[in-house]
T-cell receptor, first 115, second 110 residues
Framework: EAGVVQSPRYKIIEKKQPVAFWCNPISGHNTLYWYLQNLGQGPELLIRYENEEAVDDSQLPKDRFSAERLKGVDSTLKIQPAELGDSAVYLC?????????????FGPGTRLTVL | TQLLEQSPQFLSIQEGENLTVYCNSSSVFSSLQWYRQEPGEGPVLLVTVVTGGEVKKLKRLTFQFGDARKDSSLHITAAQPGDTGLYLCAGGRGAQKLVFGQGTRLTINP
């Protein structure tokens, strides 16, 4: 069974440029998450989707970040414009359901470098 | 302010030694999960504990959830180079909201 797929794996852009990340969750998983992981830190939740609905986006910087999950499957996370401080790994995860103990399966992440 | 504090942040030991990693908080969690993350990969779930005082074993790894559900520990017996990685604890607070600690970077030297 395929795991969570993310692309691109690496992205280098100049500040003020836009960037987009794509995530394909495990088939049948209703819940999808985007996390940000800074170097030497644990992941921090940006947004959580239940099917196509964003149910928790309280940590998403909405002035420059946006996300969508059309048709409740794939998702994209966009930053426009990117700032130097956005350099980090962006992780996507999915889970079957929304139980607090349900296993979250993580993708390999997209490493963003903003110059 | 880090909701979950992990200690130590870095640990480098020789193969065959034992070690314990701690995850502490002043908050109560409904569940506590431990993940291991290798370079260039996402975290992979090792275990979930939900009951205060619960102990779970995974081969040479022993996980314990504190009685008050505020802290947890991970003990590794006879560490091997394959145990090298970033160990993350994550507390569950209802409806799939996980709060991660900053991680313990473990290096096992042959």
């Amino acid at each position: 069974e395929a795991g969570v797929v993310q692309s691109p794996r690496y992205k280098i852009i100049e500040k003020k440029q836009p960037v987009a990340f794509w995530c394909n969750p495990i088939s049948g998983h209703n819940t999808l998450y985007w996390y940000l992981q800074n170097l030497g830190q644990g992941p921090e939740l940006l947004i959580r989707y239940e099917n196509e609905e964003a149910v928790d986006d309280s940590q998403l910087p909405k002035d420059r970040f946006s996300a969508e999950r059309l048709k409740g499957v794939d998702s994209t996370l966009k930053i426009q414009p990117a700032e130097l401080g956005d350099s980090a790994v962006y992780l996507c995860a999915s889970s079957l359901d929304s139980s607090s103990t349900d296993t979250q399966y993580f993708g390999p992440g997209t490493r963003l470098t903003v110059l | 302010t880090q909701l979950l504090e992990q200690s130590p942040q870095f640990l480098s030991i020789q193969e065959g030694e034992n070690l314990t990693v701690y995850c502490n908080s002043s908050s109560v969690f409904s569940s506590l999960q431990w993940y291991r993350q290798e370079p260039g990969e996402g975290p992979v779930l090792l275990v979930t504990v939900v009951t205060g005082g619960e102990v779970k074993k995974l081969k040479r790894l022993t996980f314990q959830f504190g009685d008050a559900r505020k802290d947890s520990s991970l003990h590794i017996t006879a560490a091997q180079p394959g145990d090298t990685g970033l160990y993350l604890c994550a507390g569950g607070r209802g409806a799939q909201k996980l709060v991660f600690g900053q991680g313990t970077r473990l290096t096992i030297n042959p």
